[in-house]
Protein backbone atom coordinates (compact mmCIF):
# COMPACT_ATOMS: atom_id res chain seq x y z
CA UNK A 1 0.00 0.00 0.00
CA UNK A 2 1.26 3.75 -0.58
CA UNK A 3 2.46 5.61 2.19
CA UNK A 4 1.26 8.19 4.06
CA UNK A 5 3.46 11.39 5.31
CA UNK A 6 2.32 12.59 9.03
CA UNK A 7 1.23 16.00 8.23
CA UNK A 8 -1.81 18.13 8.95
CA UNK A 9 -4.73 18.02 7.01
CA UNK A 10 -6.23 20.34 4.14
CA UNK A 11 -9.92 20.73 3.32
CA UNK A 12 -11.45 21.39 0.35
CA UNK A 13 -13.09 24.71 -0.04
CA UNK A 14 -16.59 24.75 1.29
CA UNK A 15 -19.27 24.21 -2.07
CA UNK A 16 -16.47 21.92 -3.50
CA UNK A 17 -17.97 19.36 -5.55
CA UNK A 18 -15.73 16.81 -3.83
CA UNK A 19 -15.42 18.11 -0.61
CA UNK A 20 -16.50 14.99 0.83
CA UNK A 21 -14.65 12.78 -0.99
CA UNK A 22 -11.85 14.73 -0.62
CA UNK A 23 -11.95 14.87 3.07
CA UNK A 24 -12.43 11.15 2.73
CA UNK A 25 -9.23 10.72 1.09
CA UNK A 26 -7.70 12.74 3.15
CA UNK A 27 -9.20 11.09 6.25
CA UNK A 28 -8.35 7.33 5.29
CA UNK A 29 -4.60 8.41 4.21
CA UNK A 30 -5.31 8.24 0.27
CA UNK A 31 -3.51 10.78 -0.48
CA UNK A 32 0.07 9.74 -0.11
CA UNK A 33 3.03 8.26 -1.55
CA UNK A 34 1.50 6.58 -4.23
CA UNK A 35 4.51 5.09 -6.23
CA UNK A 36 4.85 3.97 -10.05
CA UNK A 37 4.59 0.46 -10.68
CA UNK A 38 6.84 -0.17 -13.77
CA UNK A 39 4.92 -3.61 -14.42
CA UNK A 40 1.82 -1.86 -15.04
CA UNK A 41 -0.09 0.40 -17.80
CA UNK A 42 0.12 3.39 -16.72
CA UNK A 43 -3.32 5.39 -18.44
CA UNK A 44 -3.96 9.12 -19.23
CA UNK A 45 -7.12 10.59 -18.73
CA UNK A 46 -6.84 14.26 -20.79
CA UNK A 47 -8.93 17.25 -21.00
CA UNK A 48 -8.31 20.12 -23.47
CA UNK A 49 -7.40 23.37 -23.02
CA UNK A 50 -6.39 26.60 -25.36
CA UNK A 51 -4.73 29.13 -24.15
CA UNK A 52 -2.47 29.98 -21.39
CA UNK A 53 -5.81 30.58 -18.95
CA UNK A 54 -6.77 27.40 -19.82
CA UNK A 55 -5.20 24.43 -19.23
CA UNK A 56 -4.29 21.23 -20.90
CA UNK A 57 -4.45 18.36 -17.86
CA UNK A 58 -3.41 15.20 -17.85
CA UNK A 59 -3.95 12.39 -15.15
CA UNK A 60 -1.53 9.36 -15.11
CA UNK A 61 -3.23 6.14 -13.60
CA UNK A 62 -2.75 2.96 -12.69
CA UNK A 63 -5.23 0.40 -11.89
CA UNK A 64 -3.70 -2.27 -9.25
CA UNK A 65 -6.31 -5.01 -8.57
CA UNK A 66 -9.24 -3.39 -7.06
CA UNK A 67 -7.09 0.29 -6.53
CA UNK A 68 -7.30 3.23 -8.97
CA UNK A 69 -3.65 4.52 -8.30
CA UNK A 70 -3.56 8.43 -9.62
CA UNK A 71 0.35 8.60 -9.83
CA UNK A 72 1.26 11.89 -11.55
CA UNK A 73 -0.81 15.08 -12.65
CA UNK A 74 0.25 17.23 -15.60
CA UNK A 75 -1.27 20.71 -16.44
CA UNK A 76 0.07 23.26 -18.82
CA UNK A 77 -1.11 26.22 -20.68
CA UNK A 78 -0.67 27.63 -24.26
CA UNK A 79 0.99 24.48 -25.88
CA UNK A 80 0.40 22.26 -28.68
CA UNK A 81 0.33 18.97 -28.87
CA UNK A 82 3.52 18.13 -29.64
CA UNK A 83 4.34 19.12 -26.13
CA UNK A 84 2.40 17.01 -24.14
CA UNK A 85 3.63 13.91 -26.28
CA UNK A 86 6.69 14.85 -25.38
CA UNK A 87 6.42 15.11 -21.74
CA UNK A 88 4.45 11.71 -22.01
CA UNK A 89 7.67 10.45 -23.76
CA UNK A 90 9.90 11.27 -21.24
CA UNK A 91 8.16 10.31 -18.29
CA UNK A 92 9.33 6.47 -19.13
CA UNK A 93 5.71 4.68 -18.76
CA UNK A 94 4.49 2.51 -20.14
CA UNK A 95 1.22 3.40 -21.95
CA UNK A 96 -2.21 1.52 -21.91
CA UNK A 97 -4.55 3.68 -22.88
CA UNK A 98 -5.09 7.75 -23.46
CA UNK A 99 -8.88 8.51 -23.04
CA UNK A 100 -9.66 11.57 -24.45
CA UNK A 101 -12.54 13.90 -24.06
CA UNK A 102 -15.47 13.91 -26.20
CA UNK A 103 -14.13 17.24 -28.39
CA UNK A 104 -11.13 15.11 -29.31
CA UNK A 105 -12.76 14.35 -32.35
CA UNK A 106 -13.74 17.59 -33.45
CA UNK A 107 -12.16 19.18 -36.21
CA UNK A 108 -9.55 21.96 -36.25
CA UNK A 109 -8.81 23.67 -39.51
CA UNK A 110 -5.06 23.97 -40.19
CA UNK A 111 -3.18 23.51 -43.19
CA UNK A 112 -5.62 19.97 -43.21
CA UNK A 113 -8.43 19.83 -41.02
CA UNK A 114 -7.37 17.32 -38.46
CA UNK A 115 -8.56 16.42 -35.17
CA UNK A 116 -6.68 16.35 -31.55
CA UNK A 117 -7.46 12.30 -31.83
CA UNK A 118 -5.82 12.40 -35.48
CA UNK A 119 -2.73 14.53 -34.58
CA UNK A 120 -2.01 12.44 -31.18
CA UNK A 121 -2.76 8.77 -33.22
CA UNK A 122 -0.02 10.46 -35.69
CA UNK A 123 2.79 11.78 -32.85
CA UNK A 124 1.93 8.37 -30.69
CA UNK A 125 1.29 5.29 -33.36
CA UNK A 126 0.81 2.02 -31.73
CA UNK A 127 -0.26 4.09 -29.08
CA UNK A 128 -4.45 3.19 -27.88
CA UNK A 129 -7.26 5.98 -27.41
CA UNK A 130 -10.65 6.33 -26.39
CA UNK A 131 -12.70 9.42 -26.75
CA UNK A 132 -15.37 9.60 -23.52
CA UNK A 133 -18.77 10.27 -25.03
CA UNK A 134 -19.92 13.89 -23.85
CA UNK A 135 -22.01 13.40 -20.60
CA UNK A 136 -25.35 14.78 -21.24
CA UNK A 137 -26.04 15.57 -17.54
CA UNK A 138 -22.76 17.51 -15.56
CA UNK A 139 -24.53 16.52 -12.34
CA UNK A 140 -24.47 12.95 -13.40
CA UNK A 141 -20.93 12.91 -14.36
CA UNK A 142 -19.90 14.63 -11.22
CA UNK A 143 -22.10 11.50 -9.59
CA UNK A 144 -20.21 8.63 -11.50
CA UNK A 145 -17.26 10.40 -10.52
CA UNK A 146 -17.87 10.48 -6.89
CA UNK A 147 -18.87 6.65 -6.81
CA UNK A 148 -15.03 5.80 -8.17
CA UNK A 149 -13.77 7.65 -5.46
CA UNK A 150 -13.71 4.68 -2.72
CA UNK A 151 -11.09 3.46 -4.80
CA UNK A 152 -8.86 6.01 -5.42
CA UNK A 153 -5.53 6.94 -3.87
CA UNK A 154 -3.38 9.80 -5.18
CA UNK A 155 0.52 11.21 -5.19
CA UNK A 156 0.56 13.66 -2.33
CA UNK A 157 3.32 15.33 -4.52
CA UNK A 158 2.82 14.47 -8.63
CA UNK A 159 -0.82 15.03 -8.02
CA UNK A 160 -0.54 18.17 -5.82
CA UNK A 161 -1.69 20.41 -8.44
CA UNK A 162 -4.89 18.32 -9.73
CA UNK A 163 -5.69 17.61 -5.99
CA UNK A 164 -5.92 21.30 -5.52
CA UNK A 165 -8.11 21.51 -8.67
CA UNK A 166 -10.38 18.93 -7.13
CA UNK A 167 -10.68 20.78 -4.08
CA UNK A 168 -11.61 24.27 -5.62
CA UNK A 169 -14.25 22.43 -8.15
CA UNK A 170 -16.38 24.92 -6.67
CA UNK A 171 -20.45 25.12 -6.55
CA UNK A 172 -21.91 28.73 -7.10
CA UNK A 173 -23.24 30.08 -3.83
CA UNK A 174 -26.70 31.50 -4.53
CA UNK A 175 -27.03 34.58 -2.06
CA UNK A 176 -30.70 34.80 -2.05
CA UNK A 177 -31.43 31.20 -0.64
CA UNK A 178 -27.78 30.59 1.68
CA UNK A 179 -27.20 27.71 -0.20
CA UNK A 180 -24.77 26.48 -2.43
CA UNK A 181 -26.13 25.31 -6.16
CA UNK A 182 -25.57 22.40 -8.06
Not at 163 to 182: G, M, P, Q, W
Amino acid sequence: NPSYPDEAFQAALQGAYYEKEMLWLRQNRRIANVPWDPRLPVNTFWDFGISKNNETTIWFHQRNGLQDLFIEYYEEGGEGLTHFVNYLLGTGYTFGTHYLPHDAESRMQAEEAESRLDILERLLKGHRFEVVPRVKDVNNGIELTRERFPTVWMDKEKCARGIAALDSYVRTFNKARNTFTA
